[in-house]
């Protein structure tokens, strides 16, 4: 035996037989609980170098260690673990003098990684913006009668914002 699952309301403990379990309302799930807020597939126990890992398996109501949500967590003997809204106290003995490993950030992977369905690869760096290009210069000949049209409505337009203190 492996440890074994405490229900903090009383009851008789659920011994962790094996070094992976599923948890969940099927019959076919390791550990069955038959409750209406418990998915299908709750979440999964696995034992991996000496400590047990809960991972919530998408469950609709979800997973906390002590008190606090979570997608994945190492659980250290006494910590409570929830279950929707089914508290369970895990007691075992850590089978290696190493700490656990450090949690992994949830960020730090895509969802399809997560999920196993792409390999991580290295993520392309994001190519630099081109640098900004200096306005093009026009120039304006001096005399209202040499321009053209466009050139004329563009220097109206000039000597209006001048007026108004140059907004633009």
């Not at 969802?111 to 200096?134: I, Q, Y």
């Not at 210069?137 to 040499?146: A, C, T, V």
Request: with cysteine; aromatic share 6%.
């Amino acid at each position: 035996m492996l440890g074994e699952l405490n229900p903090c309301g009383g009851g008789d403990p659920i011994p962790l037989l094996s070094e992976v379990l599923l948890i969940g309302r099927r019959g076919r799930c390791d550990i069955t609980l038959d409750f209406p807020n418990i998915s299908s597939h709750h979440c999964q126990l696995e034992f991996l170098n000496g400590y047990w890992r809960v991972r919530d398996m998408n469950s609709r109501n979800g997973i906390k260690v002590n008190g606090e949500r979570c997608e994945m967590k190492w659980l250290l003997p006494g910590d409570r673990l929830s279950v929707a809204k089914h508290d369970f106290e895990i007691n075992y003995t850590p089978q290696s003098d190493e700490p656990p490993p450090e949690e992994e950030n949830p960020f730090e992977m895509s969802l399809m990684e997560k999920a196993g369905l792409v390999r991580p690869e290295k993520r392309p760096e994001r190519p630099m913006a081109p640098p900004a290009k200096k306005p093009k210069e026009i120039i304006l000949p001096q005399d209202e009668s040499e321009m053209t049209d466009d050139e004329l409505g563009l220097k109206f337009l000039i000597d209006l914002d001048d007026e108004q203190g140059g907004a633009s």
